[in-house]
C-alpha cells in the first residue's frame, strides 16, 4: 500500500508530465501553465483573460486534449440561450413523454469561449453547475462527470458587445489567469514550431480520467495546519477593511484560496501546506473576488497589487514550515 508521501510524490510526477505536455503548445508561460494544471486539480473552474493572440484559447485546448477526458467548446454569443448550454426536454412521441437531451455543459471539461459575450441570462445557464457539480432540468437533478471544470475565456479591450460578468459569476471562478505575451525568445519559438500549424492540435493525452480523480483525491488529503488556516482567513479579512476596496475577499474566497494552496503543495511534491503555497496562489485567487473604488481604479490600482498587500500586511505564522 503506498504511503501519503509515494501518493504526493506520484502527484507531483504527473504534473510535471501534464505542464511539459502543455508546453509544448504554450510556449514561454510556465507559471500560467502551471498554475493551470493546479486549478484542475484543486477542482476548480479557470477564468482566462487577455488580449486577443495571446493563447487564451490554446491553452484551454490543450489543458484539455492533454487528458483522456470528454471535452465540449461553447462559443458564447449575444443569442445564444440557456438551453444551448445545458440542454433541451425533447417531446417523444413513442412513449408520449419529455427527455431531456443533455447540452455541451455535460463533459469532464467545458471551453466557454469569449463568455462575456453572452447574455446575463446564459452565464446564469452554469451558476449551479460550477457551484455544484449538478445541473436541475424539469425538477430532475442530473451530476456532471467527474472530475469537471469549465474553462472560459474573455477579452478586456473589445468590450462592445459584451456584459460584464456579475460578482456571482466571477466568484465560481477558483482562479483568473492573464497569459501575456511570450518573451522574444518564446515568441520565435512559437513561429518555428507553428509554422506548418497550431501545435495544439497535435498533442496527444498523458493522463486518463482515473488518473486525474485519483490525484484530486489525493490533493484533499494534504495538510493545512490551524495556523495556515488562521492565516488564509486573516488575508481574507484584511481585504475587507482596505480603503481602496467596496468589496472584500468572501469566506468562498478563502475556501478558494485553501484549494489552491492544497493544490500547490501537492504540484510542489508535499503533504503539508506553507505560507509560501498561500502567497504564491493569492493574487490568481482572491484579485479578481475584490471591487475596487472608483478613485482607486482612476488612479491605476488593480486588484492583484491590492490583494499583494493584503498578503504582506498579515505576519507569516511561525509555527509551521515556511
Wanted: hydrophobic fraction near 45%; aromatic fraction near 4%.
Amino acid at each position: 500500500m503506498a504511503s501519503p508521501a509515494d501518493d504526493i510524490a506520484r502527484v507531483s510526477h504527473d504534473v510535471d508530465r501534464l505542464c511539459q505536455n502543455i508546453g509544448y503548445a504554450i510556449q514561454g508561460k510556465p507559471d500560467v501553465v502551471r498554475n493551470a494544471v493546479i486549478c484542475l486539480l484543486a477542482e476548480g473552474h479557470l477564468l482566462i483573460e487577455d488580449v486577443p493572440g495571446t493563447g487564451k484559447t490554446s491553452l484551454a485546448r490543450a489543458l484539455a486534449t492533454s487528458i483522456s477526458l470528454s471535452w465540449h467548446r461553447i462559443q458564447f454569443t449575444p443569442d445564444l440561450l440557456p438551453s444551448d448550454v445545458t440542454g433541451v426536454a425533447i417531446y417523444n412521441q413513442a412513449n408520449g413523454e419529455f427527455e431531456f437531451k443533455p447540452g455541451p455543459v455535460f463533459a469532464n471539461v467545458v471551453l466557454a469561449d469569449e463568455i462575456n459575450r453572452a447574455s446575463p441570462k446564459t452565464q446564469s445557464a452554469l451558476l449551479e453547475v460550477m457551484e455544484e457539480a449538478t445541473l436541475t432540468a424539469d425538477g430532475t437533478v442530473h451530476e456532471m462527470a467527474r472530475p469537471f471544470m469549465v474553462v472560459a475565456t474573455q477579452n478586456p479591450i473589445d468590450m462592445e458587445g459584451t456584459y460584464i460578468l456579475p460578482e456571482a459569476q466571477l466568484d465560481r471562478f477558483l482562479m483568473k489567469l492573464a497569459v501575456g505575451y511570450p518573451t522574444v525568445e518564446a515568441e520565435a519559438e512559437i513561429l518555428r514550431t507553428q509554422k506548418m500549424g497550431p501545435t495544439v492540435t497535435q498533442l496527444s493525452p498523458v493522463l486518463s480520467a482515473q488518473d486525474v480523480q485519483a490525484m484530486i483525491d489525493v490533493v484533499k488529503q494534504v495538510e493545512v495546519a490551524p495556523a495556515l488556516e488562521q492565516y488564509i482567513v486573516a488575508i481574507s479579512a484584511a481585504t475587507r477593511t482596505m480603503s481602496e476596496l467596496r468589496l472584500g475577499v468572501s469566506p468562498r474566497g478563502s475556501l478558494a484560496l485553501l484549494r489552491a494552496a492544497r493544490g500547490c503543495a501537492a504540484a510542489e511534491g508535499r503533504t503539508f501546506v506553507t505560507p509560501e503555497d498561500v502567497k504564491k496562489m493569492a493574487p490568481v485567487v482572491l484579485a479578481h473576488r475584490v471591487i475596487l473604488q472608483p478613485d482607486a481604479e482612476l488612479q491605476g490600482r488593480t486588484g492583484a497589487e491590492i490583494v499583494l498587500r493584503a498578503v504582506q500586511s498579515v505576519p507569516v505564522p511561525r509555527s509551521v514550515p515556511a
